[in-house]
């Protein structure tokens, strides 16, 4: 009888399938090998066949033999399990799943260099506008033809082009370079003796080697990276590997920094922005167990680490851990399901925890671990309400006189001052004076957003742009467009009116677009370079700027407007934490807040500094409406080109809806971003106790319906978005 091995192939259309195993390859459960598909060669990962059923039963004598099997180590059982629970739990294609583990398909093979390519400094006579924008913005970058076109925003035949004429050059890139090992003793602080002790749980933690989910609760400042540097530092000791995930790729360098100055050398970096070379041997270094540290964006969760020892989830309660497209997984539980397969603690660090975690604590399934006082005597900054009812600004501003006063008085010290509106470009809505259009994307139920910095109209939501016209499409009236309302750019416009002489400098994800941004950001802001940063929820994470000593938050009301069950957290959450920012250094931090409410319970909690009684009237508000965590949701997205075919297709999903005791569900209603990329969307949202396995009742209800062709259907388990 020939030997069989089921197989997990990275096709996301496909289940896994039967292959036969020849005598010259030995293969176990978690081997990575390469497969047949019709014409095609695949990698994939060998399954207990009873883990996983078999998509087409084929008998002995039909199965087509595996091809190879890569020089890697398999895939451990912890990792597999994983892999099975997320694609369960989040109604995904397990080979969707896979794809993330097996992250960088160019890892497989082992090829040990690459060939890259980087401007030589020659630049030839007479080059095309293509050319010069080309070498202009590859600058001193380095990378396959590919990526460089990408950077530059040109054809890879332009780049050939110049390679050709000499101005760009192959380098050879050697990808299996071992790391810098960190060292636990390079540089040990002094910690406080709450410090100590809360390092001395974390790590007793690692030491046990059990599964153990922490919260690390402590104030903005406290100390907590200072902290949980400790339990990494235990991590090493031991040999084994950690895994440090940050809720932004923006907050990577400055951590990298630090953690460089804390240990000796720097961690292995894990984010989109890498270079294929880069991620090969980052991929290549955390399978072989090399990778002692891996920092990284929430899909460095899914990686092969040989010897897992430690998680930790820093900025947990963001939001941005949560996926939206793809498989829709939150990274903050996936981290914690992981922690229990691999049997190792959990570390999820926060000032402004999640309710869904608090409720862990609560309930004993989470250790807590609390930071209640800011590290060196640095007091919590001092919030106070600007009552926009009363002191309002000038027309046409935004920042009402109380908080001009408090700039200035700011500068005048030689500090910075902070501030924060979550909304990027000049202003949200740009509408005819003359006629009253507004301007709406073509493919989305979204307004335009004007940028002046790029003289665009952008939407937000599916990335299209224009140049903003200078009549209006509808009446033809000319230079009748007006800007509605403000983003940070026409903050950044009357911040330079009011204060001439101050340095801005503005922070968005338009800004700051890469780990390079950041870091440079963050050496202008320490060389004191910048007096006025003025930056949406970007800014409000992880920084610590000594001399930064005034917060305003221009509109405390805004994430209120949403009213998802998460808003008014979200909103705490928020001005919290760009509070957080104001005072860390020796010099006291103060903290303006303009709203309209200035008796809403958020701002109250925020002003008072009560967060606890907030926290419990929200806790008990979801209590009482069966919401997370005390309940569960799970939207149904469909989505088509047409319009009539995703309302045909969420009333076929909506009759056929099961009765099922202890679950409701709502709609299908077109959904409130009724457009998106094109695609005409509907919803329907399952509401069930905690209890119910919602995963089961979806996957039975829609397997047994035929639907139309044209039209997607995506499930959101544990939805954070309601759009
Ligand atoms: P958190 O993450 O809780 O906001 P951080 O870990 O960023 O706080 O600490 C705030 C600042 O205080 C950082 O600059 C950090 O280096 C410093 N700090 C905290 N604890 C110590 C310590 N024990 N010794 C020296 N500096 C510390
Ligand atoms: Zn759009």
Not at 167 to 178: F, T
Request: aromatic share 6%; charged share 25%.
């Amino acid at each position: 009888m020939n030997k069989r091995a089921r197989v997990l192939l990275l096709n996301a259309a496909l289940g896994p399938l039967d292959y036969r195993v020849d005598r010259e390859h030995a293969v176990e459960p978690g081997s990575i090998v390469l497969a047949p598909l019709g014409p095609r060669q695949l990698a994939g990962v060998v399954w207990e066949p009873d883990a996983m059923p078999s998509d087409a039963e084929v008998g002995d004598n039909r199965l087509r033999p595996l091809l190879g099997v890569y020089d890697l180590p398999p895939l451990k059982a912890s990792l597999r399990r994983l892999i099975e629970w997320t694609a369960d739990y989040y109604l995904a294609p397990p080979a969707a799943v896979l794809r993330m583990a097996l992250a960088s398909a160019s890892a497989l093979d082992g090829v040990r260099t690459v060939t890259e390519y980087r401007a030589t400094g020659h630049v030839p006579p007479r080059l095309t506008p293509q050319r010069a924008q080309a070498l202009e913005r590859i600058d001193n970058r380095q990378g396959l033809v590919r990526e460089l076109a990408t950077i530059a925003d040109v054809s890879d035949g332009v780049i050939r082009g110049l390679v050709k004429a000499g101005a760009i050059a192959p380098v050879e890139v050697r990808v299996d370079d071992p790391y810098p090992l960190p060292d636990p003793d390079h540089l040990q602080p002094d910690l406080s003796p709450e410090q100590q002790a809360a390092a001395d749980r974390l790590t007793q933690a690692v030491d046990a080697r059990v599964f153990a989910p922490i919260l690390l609760d402590g104030v903005t400042g406290s100390g907590k990276t200072e902290v949980y540097f400790e339990a990494v530092a235990a991590a090493l000791r031991s040999g084994r590997q950690t895994l440090v995930l940050l809720p932004e790729i923006a907050l990577t360098e400055p951590f990298l920094k630090r953690f460089a100055n804390r240990f000796g050398s720097a961690p292995v970096a894990w984010h989109s922005d890498l270079r294929q070379s880069q991620r090969r041997r980052a991929w290549r270094a955390i399978a072989s167990g090399e990778a002692k540290v891996t920092v990284g964006a929430r899909s460095a969760l899914f990686l092969p680490y040989r010897d897992l020892g430690l998680i930790i989830v820093d900025e947990a309660h963001e939001a941005s851990f949560k996926q939206e497209d793809g498989v829709m997984y939150h990274a903050r539980d996936v981290a914690v399901m992981r922690g229990g397969f691999e049997q190792i603690p959990v570390v999820l660090a926060s000032a402004t925890p999640a309710i869904e975690t608090r409720q862990q604590v609560a309930q004993g399934r989470y250790g807590e671990v609390k930071l209640p006082a800011r590290f060196g005597g640095a007091t919590m900054p001092d919030i106070a309400v600007i009552d926009l009812t009363h002191d309002r600004p000038d027309r046409g501003r935004w920042l009402a006189p109380p908080l001009v006063d408090a700039v200035k008085e700011t500068l005048e010290r030689g500090e910075q001052a902070l501030l924060f509106l979550n909304r990027r470009g000049y202003a949200p809505l740009t509408l005819c004076r003359h006629c009253g259009h507004r301007f709406q994307c073509p493919n989305c139920t979204a307004w335009m957003v004007e940028h002046r910095l790029t003289a665009r109209l952008a939407c937000h939501h599916c990335g299209h742009v224009m140049p903003p016209p200078r009549a209006c499409p509808e009446c033809k009236e000319e230079d009748a467009l007006v800007a509605c309302g403000p983003g940070v750019e026409r903050i950044a416009d009357e911040a330079a009116l009011l204060f001439p002489e101050a340095r801005t400098a503005i922070v968005t994800s338009d800004t700051l677009w890469s780990p390079a941004k950041a870091a440079e950001f963050v050496n202008r802001m320490e060389a004191g370079e910048i007096d006025i940063v003025i930056g949406t929820q970007l800014v409000t994470k992880g920084y610590h700027f000594p001399n930064l000593t005034l917060v305003g938050v221009i509109d405390a009301d805004l994430g209120l407007s949403g009213g998802d069950l998460r808003a008014a957290e979200r909103s705490f959450q928020q001005i919290a934490q760009v509070a957080g920012r104001a005072g860390r250094g020796a010099k006291p931090g103060r903290v303006l807040v303009q709203t309209y409410e200035p008796a809403a319970p958020v701002i109250r909690a925020l002003v008072s500094g009560d967060a606890d009684s907030f926290y419990a009237a929200e806790t008990d508000a979801r209590r009482s409406a069966g919401a997370p965590p005390f309940g569960r949701f799970a939207a149904i997205v469909v989505s088509s080109e047409n319009l009539d075919e995703a309302a045909e297709t969420a009333r076929i999903i909506g009759r056929a809806a099961p009765t099922v005791d202890g679950m409701q569900v709502y709609g299908p209603a077109p959904a409130p971003l009724a457009m998106l990329r094109g695609r005409h969307r509907q919803r329907l949202l399952v509401h069930a106790r905690r209890a119910l396995d919602v995963q089961d009742v979806i996957r039975t209800w829609l397997g047994k319906l035929d639907l139309p062709r044209g039209a997607r259907v995506a499930v959101d388990v544990d939805p954070y978005s309601f759009l």
